[in-house]
DNA sequence: GTATGAAATTTCATACTTGAACTATTTTCA
DNA sequence: TGAAAATAGTTCAAGTATGAAATTTCATAC
């Protein structure tokens, strides 16, 4: 490693508690994904934006519409239009159209799409449990209660959010 | 709401409660995340990998090797490159040839960059501390510890990584 | 019945992100 | 020495992400 990298804290970092959580936990957050996507890529050969549609659509059978899949998975409407159209091509997703609304559409997972999710799925919680593996079951309690009180005031909530 | 979200937990959710906690603070740092990104966007211009970028510059007075961005940040090396052509065009950072060895290069803040740093670095923070708010000082250092436990084996952990 | 505005999506421009392929340089060591 | 391996960066293709503008359809007030 180079020399600028070695001398570590070069600034006194006169940081305030709550930066310096937020800073370990965007950190922690960023290693957990960034290996969870390269075993998605390696081992299933698709991606976590994709896993994350799936999952959505997993969870209410009836189908969501892309409008509802943007609210629950927080990303810009724009954005789900071009992950459903891979996940259509790939066969893992359909769109159905909406009786009495024809401007929207309902997107659904197809048998194939429903079962390589539940694979995909049950393998993800093994990677997440080995990441975790150190945690212990109370201190995920402890996580979780914590997470909820970070940026949760109905200031910065955006609406519609599933519980 | 539609029907659909409304059905909340159609399913039963059995979820291990480490997976749990990963969804949890997956959630919690995009809704932090999202916010920042967007003040950044709309009080600055800028966008968050920006600020990442010269947040390590001003960490490292000397400046950062291209290559030393990326092991700092852990982004792609071919990520950094795309974000630093952005900032010499704004005239926030200096592409300097380092003595001795023809293939790397150093990159510096300008005086512009490092006093654009400042401000936004000040004003980071405090939105840091809005969102957490309700996030104790004793709750901090408890969510620092434990975010150290998640997937910090060595399996997991990409070298060099800055402390 | 029709203007008018709201809602559901798509399209677009821009930026970020990755991993892989490629170029150029430096180092290693037989 | 000089070929092979390692290192530093850029370039590339594909995918993800945003916000804004445009499109189509729906709902409603008049």
């Given at each position: 490693?180079?020399?600028?990298?070695a001398?570590?804290?070069?600034?006194?970092?006169?940081?305030?508690q709550r930066?310096?959580a937020?800073?370990?936990?965007?950190?922690?957050?960023?290693r957990v994904?960034?290996?969870?996507?390269?075993?998605f890529?390696l081992?299933?050969e698709?991606t976590l934006?994709?896993?994350?549609?799936?999952?959505?659509?997993?969870?209410f059978?009836?189908?969501?519409?892309?409008?509802e899949?943007?609210?629950?998975?927080?990303?810009?409407?724009?954005?789900v239009?071009?992950i459903?159209?891979?996940?259509?091509?790939?066969?893992?997703?359909?769109?159905?159209?909406v009786?009495g609304?024809k401007?929207?559409?309902?997107?659904?997972?197809t048998?194939?799409g429903?079962d390589?999710?539940?694979?995909?799925?049950?393998?993800h919680?093994?990677w997440?449990?080995?990441?975790?593996?150190?945690?212990?079951?109370?201190l995920?309690?402890?996580?979780v209660a914590a997470?909820?009180?970070i940026?949760?005031s109905?200031a910065?909530?955006?609406?519609?959010?599933?519980?």
């Amino acid at each position: 490693m180079s020399e600028a990298l070695a001398e570590e804290s070069a600034k006194p970092e006169v940081k305030s508690q709550r930066l310096r959580a937020w800073l370990r936990m965007l950190k922690a957050t960023r290693r957990v994904e960034a290996h969870i996507r390269e075993r998605f890529r390696l081992e299933f050969e698709t991606t976590l934006p994709r896993f994350d549609v799936m999952a959505a659509l997993d969870r209410f059978e009836g189908g969501l519409k892309m409008s509802e899949l943007s609210t629950a998975l927080r990303v810009a409407n724009g954005n789900v239009t071009g992950i459903v159209e891979r996940l259509v091509a790939d066969g893992a997703v359909l769109r159905v159209p909406v009786a009495g609304d024809k401007r929207a559409t309902l997107v659904v997972l197809t048998k194939k799409g429903r079962d390589e999710f539940s694979a995909m799925a049950a393998t993800h919680r093994l990677w997440v449990d080995e990441m975790f593996e150190r945690v212990s079951p109370e201190l995920c309690d402890q996580i979780v209660a914590a997470m909820d009180l970070i940026g949760a005031s109905p200031a910065y909530a955006k609406k519609g959010e599933p519980a």
